[in-house]
């Protein structure tokens, strides 16, 4: 069962236009973590939020973590060719910091040179 | 830092067979992870080691799956009498336990296994 719905899916844009990706679930949790994964390779870290209504930027990335610590946002800004992947948002269960990750399905995005 | 590391990369075999997978996490963590992702979905956790001591096991994961970390470095992963529905990506990833940083866990790079 995966706690995490991502939105959207799929997203293919232009070079240079900016995007929201989001991470929405009923459940809260005590940390979020985004990953980004190649095709053929294991996901790799991006950021981790903890706390509620937390900001964190990474170069052109913002991420963003509820008040109620149960969704969050990815906002990239002028995307570039490169940041095309498969984007994954992952919570750890409240109550537990040291267990087991609930991924979302990822939206996969393209960007277009 | 050299990373987690898996082996093999890539597994093919035939169903019936028994495979064998390894994970070396980073040197430092003793928090131990297995995954497994199929074509479209987000990881699922498997499994879960702190130090030798596995602490929990999803329902995924059925008799036919067993998971060892003899000495609380590197683990494996076995299964036995593959079935065509095991073909996947099988992850595995480590963690620390001090302060913050005990929330993230670093993947490698995975096994794919194609079970024809």
């Known amino acids: 069962t995966q706690l995490l719905e991502q939105s959207p899916q799929f997203l293919s844009i232009q070079e240079g236009e900016n995007l929201t990706v989001y991470c929405n679930s009923s459940s809260v949790f005590s940390s979020l973590q985004w990953y980004r994964q190649e095709p053929g390779e294991g996901p790799v870290l991006l950021v981790t939020v903890v706390t509620g209504g937390e900001v964190k930027k990474l170069k052109r990335l913002t991420f963003q973590f509820g008040d109620a610590r149960k969704d969050s946002s990815l906002h990239i800004t002028a995307a570039q060719p490169g940041d095309t992947g498969l984007y994954l948002c992952?919570?750890?269960?409240?109550?537990?910091?040291?267990?087991?990750?609930?991924f979302g399905r990822g939206t996969q995005l393209t960007v277009w040179p | 830092d050299t990373g987690v590391s898996q082996d093999p990369r890539h597994k093919i075999t035939k169903r019936g067979q028994n495979v064998t997978f390894r994970c070396d996490p980073i040197?430092?963590?003793?928090?131990l992870y297995w995954y497994r992702q199929t074509l479209g979905q987000g990881p699922e956790f498997l499994t879960y080691?702190?130090?030798?001591?596995?602490?929990?096991k999803s329902r995924l994961l059925s008799d036919r799956f067993s998971a060892e970390r003899p000495k609380g470095s590197f683990s494996t992963l076995e299964i036995q009498r593959t079935e065509q529905g095991d073909s996947a990506m099988y992850l595995c990833?480590?963690?620390?336990?001090?302060?913050?940083?005990?929330?993230?866990?670093?993947f490698g790079p995975g096994t794919r296994l194609t079970v024809t």
């Open positions: 990833a480590s963690a620390g336990t001090s302060g913050r940083n005990s929330y993230e866990q670093y």
């Open positions: 040197s430092e963590h003793n928090r």
């Open positions: 992952a919570g750890a269960d409240r109550g537990s910091t040291l267990g087991r990750l609930y």
């Open positions: 080691f702190q130090n030798e001591a596995q602490l929990e």
